[in-house]
C-alpha cells in the first residue's frame, strides 16, 4: 500500500505518549490515531530517515496506534496518519536527542488560559532514568525566561504570544535542542439550540387556547346579546312614550 504525500482532507487527530516533542535514545514512545468512525484502511507513517514509511518498518501496530520501544537517532521526523484515500491527521514534529539534555514540553497544541510545564530533563547514555532536580534555565526564541532550581517551569494562563521556540539549559551539562509550542485559541462556546416543547406539552397547549378562545367567544355572543336585546327594550319603550299620530 503506497500513501501519497498530498493530505486532501484533516479527518483524524494523532497523538503522543508521553505528550512531548524531545526524547532520549532507547526512550519509547506510543502514538496513537483517532479516527471518526472505521479504522480500517489508515496507518501511522512517517518522513523521517526515510520519506513516507508506514509504522510497520519502524515500530509496532497495535489497532489504532504504532509504538516504538527503543527510538534512535533516525527516528527524528514528521509522524502523521493518513488513509488510502488521501486523508490525513495533524502532523508532529519528534526530535532524538543523542545529547545528555532536553525539555519535555507539549507535542500537541495547547490552548489559550491553559498552565503549560516544561521540564528540563538530564541523563547520561546508559542511566536508567533521567532526572530533573537540579537549577535550569529557560529560553524563549534564545531570550532568556527565567532559572528555576528544581528544573520545571510552569506557564501560567499562556496566551498566543507565548507560543514560539522554547529550550532550556543544564549547569554544566550543555542545553537541550529548541521545541515549537504551539497555542491555539478557545473554541467558540456552543450556543444551547433552542428549546422544542414536546408534542404532548404541544397538545395541552392547544386544548388550553382553544378552551380560551371558546369562553371569549361564548362571552362575545352573550355580550351581544344582552346589548341587542336592551337596544331593543329601549326602542319599544320609546314607542310606547311617542306614539305616532
Known amino acids: 500500500m503506497e500513501f501519497g504525500s498530498v493530505c486532501l482532507v484533516v479527518a483524524a487527530t494523532l497523538s503522543i505518549q508521553p505528550d512531548r516533542s524531545q526524547f532520549f535514545r532507547y526512550e519509547a514512545f ?3 490515531c483517532s479516527v471518526s468512525g472505521n479504522f480500517s484502511g489508515w496507518r501511522v507513517v512517517r518522513n523521517a530517515s526515510k520519506p513516507f514509511t508506514p509504522c510497520e ?6 489497532g489504532s496506534s504504532c509504538i516504538n520501544h527503543s527510538v534512535y537517532k533516525s527516528d527524528t521526523g514528521l509522524y502523521w496518519c493518513q488513509s488510502e484515500q488521501g486523508e490525513c491527521s495533524n502532523v ?3 526530535t532524538i536527542n543523542t545529547g545528555v539534555v532536553i525539555l519535555e514540553s507539549p507535542a500537541l497544541p495547547v490552548t489559550v488560559g491553559d498552565d503549560v510545564t516544561l521540564r528540563c530533563s538530564f541523563k547520561e547514555r546508559y542511566d536508567p532514568t533521567s532526572s530533573s532536580h537540579f537549577s535550569a534555565t529557560f529560553y524563549l526564541n534564545n531570550t532568556f525566561i527565567g532559572t528555576e ?5 510552569i506557564l501560567h494562563n499562556v496566551s498566543m504570544s507565548s507560543k514560539g521556540f522554547y529550550k532550556c539549559k ?3 551539562r550543555g542545553e537541550s535542542l529548541d521545541s515549537w509550542l504551539e497555542v491555539q485559541a478557545k473554541p467558540p462556546k456552543s450556543t444551547d439550540p ?7 406539552l404541544m397538545i395541552l397547549i392547544t386544548i388550553v387556547l382553544f378552551i380560551i378562545y371558546t369562553i371569549i367567544f361564548i362571552m362575545c355572543i352573550i355580550i351581544y346579546r344582552s ?4 337596544r331593543a327594550e329601549t326602542k319599544r319603550r320609546s314607542s310606547e ?3 305616532d299620530y
Do not use: F, Q, V, Y
Not at 433552542?194 to 404532548?200: A, G, K, V
Not at 346589548?227 to 336592551?230: L, Y
Open 149 to 153: 532550581p528544581e528544573g520545571k517551569m
Open 241 to 243: 312614550l311617542c306614539p
Open 92 to 94: 508532529l514534529n519528534i
Open 170 to 172: 543544564h549547569p554544566s
Open 194 to 200: 433552542p428549546l422544542i416543547p414536546s408534542t404532548s
Open 57 to 62: 518498518d519502524w515500530g509496532r501496530p497495535n
Open 30 to 32: 506510543t502514538l496513537s
Open 227 to 230: 346589548w341587542a336585546r336592551g
